[in-house]
């Protein structure tokens, strides 16, 4: 049981020196600081890490970090493995994965720069992908409060009706 | 990495007098494409290059769920994709079952599964409807949207709601059991979905495979480079099936084969869809068979929602979806809302990176059969 997962980590953590753990069958999280990511990613992507199935960030602004996960799937292995890396949140740069999964990853990493703020450094096209003449802050972040940005742009005080909205 | 290596997209060039080339926008009025946008550049009737305008539906469901208790987001994630609700119930479901460690009544996984698998069935039916709609054959999109119907009625049957079923694949099971006498409803509705497979076999004639046939074609490997996955994949000659590889629910006791083709054109996409069809009857029949009795939801007793919390913890949940890889990553930190959702819709890929690379250097003629042989759902793209 869980022997190809266990292969995985140990591969990994024998080029890398870094732990991962096993969740469950197929499920695989290992963590790595944001200067071998990209190193990392190649590797695993010739270990048959093909396919990147999607890369998300967490907001933590207590911590003041931002957490990126990379969601990896292997056609072969039958693995999901999670990269996962912590940025600074006061200057989120990280180093691009478009050299290892192409336009893959160009399409994820210009989505999260919109939503998030997090500069991707070598991607040559991060244009803002679903909001239009949006001049606020990066509408995901954990501290950009929606409803009030909502209530300003949308209600007016002075209208009987929408006062409500302002109790 | 030098200046070289940067994968730009070109920006659509202002059109100068001397010039021959031009721009062309395809949508996004909805006209059967969905509320989205593609800028083209065209030289005479040739495309140079596309570029994708996303933007038209993106609601911020993944920041609207991390206001909300699990029971308000079941309800939420139908609106994912307005094709495939039930669907998208389900990888929201198997979440937060993940997360809380629920142990789902053996019945209820049985009625989730075959609800996605109509789920399934009706939304290839849409896209067998879009997709002769956009070819020019307007009597498939009438039949193909007349036999969804009819499982839209098992849906009103079921869930009580014919294309939003309000959550009905919740956390811990589902809402609530089939009523009576719906086995041989499904079974009959199943029988006319079967006549409607062999009616496409029929128009399947000159007409629809040449304007399809050889057309976009997607190589295996620029296929995989590009992130597609599901139909799309499978029509390149990759045998894979999250439903196999990564199996969910009860999906590895059931029997059931992976269409594969090796053409990777439009018209193998169709043709993966009409067989999809089929293994998804396959699967239901089998369902029915061995489904057992008991409760279908856990806990039975439903605790007030403000009451129950999340524990700690990450999970990435994967499944099978009528369009390709339907993916959320779930966080918590022990709160009563999950921390952070991230959802993957197969669209985001097929309908920015892949639509832009297939429709290089194809004639305009030719852009509704790529379009429509993708099984794209600009819902599930802007979230």
Known sequence: MLRKENKVIEDVSAKFKIAGNVQRERRVWVTIDKDNLVALCSFLKGLGFEHLSAISVTDWPQEGTFELTYHLWSYSEKILLTVKTKLDRANPCVDSVISVWRENAQIHERELHELFGVKFEGNGDLTPLFLEGWDGPPPFRKDFNWREYARQQHYDKSNERERAYYD | ?383
């Open chain 2, 1 to 383: 990495m030098n200046e070289k290596e940067l994968i730009t997209i070109e920006h659509i060039e202002p059109i100068m007098p001397e010039d021959t080339d031009y721009n062309f926008y395809f949508g996004p009025a909805h006209s059967g494409s969905g509320n989205f946008g593609v800028k083209l550049r065209l030289e005479g009737e040739m495309v140079k290059s596309a570029r994708a305008d996303p933007g038209y539906l993106h609601r911020g469901f993944e920041k609207l769920m991390e206001y909300r208790v699990p029971m308000q987001n079941a309800v939420l994630s139908d609106r994912i994709c307005v094709f495939e609700a039930l669907n998208w119930n389900l990888v929201h479901a198997e979440a937060v079952d993940e997360l809380t460690g629920v142990e789902v009544p053996q019945r209820a996984r049985y009625i989730r599964v075959l609800m996605a698998e109509l789920s399934r069935l009706q939304s290839h039916l849409i896209w067998y409807g879009v997709m002769s709609l956009g070819l020019g054959f307007d009597t498939g999109f009438k039949v193909a949207f007349g036999y969804r119907d009819y499982i839209l009625d098992l849906f009103e049957l079921i869930t009580g709601g014919r294309v939003y079923p309000a959550g009905y694949i919740c956390p811990g099971g589902v809402r609530r059991d089939l009523p009576d006498g719906s086995e041989n409803k499904i079974r009959r509705v199943l029988d006319q979905i079967e006549e409607m497979t062999h009616k496409m076999q029929d128009f399947d004639n000159i007409a629809f495979s040449k304007r399809m046939k050889g057309v976009g074609i997607l190589k295996t490997e620029d296929a995989i480079r590009l992130g597609a996955t599901g139909p799309v994949l499978r029509a390149c000659g990759v045998k894979t099936d999250v439903r196999k590889d990564d199996p969910y629910e009860i999906y590895n006791e059931l029997d059931f084969d992976i269409p594969v083709r090796e053409e990777g054109d439009a018209y193998a996409r169709y043709l993966i869809m009409g067989s999809e069809m089929e293994e998804s009857i396959k699967i239901i029949k089998q369902v029915l068979e061995r489904i057992p009795k008991g409760k279908v939801r856990e806990p039975a007793k439903i605790t007030p929602p403000s009451r129950v919390k999340l524990p700690e913890g990450e999970v990435y949940v994967r499944n099978e979806i009528a369009r390709g890889e339907g993916c959320a990553y779930m966080r918590s930190v022990g709160g009563k809302e999950p921390y952070r959702v991230k959802i993957r819709g197969p669209d985001f890929l097929h309908m920015i990176p892949v639509l832009e690379h297939l429709l290089k250097g194809v004639q305009i003629a030719d852009i509704p059969a790529i379009y429509w042989s993708l099984n794209i759902c600009p819902a599930d793209m802007d979230r």
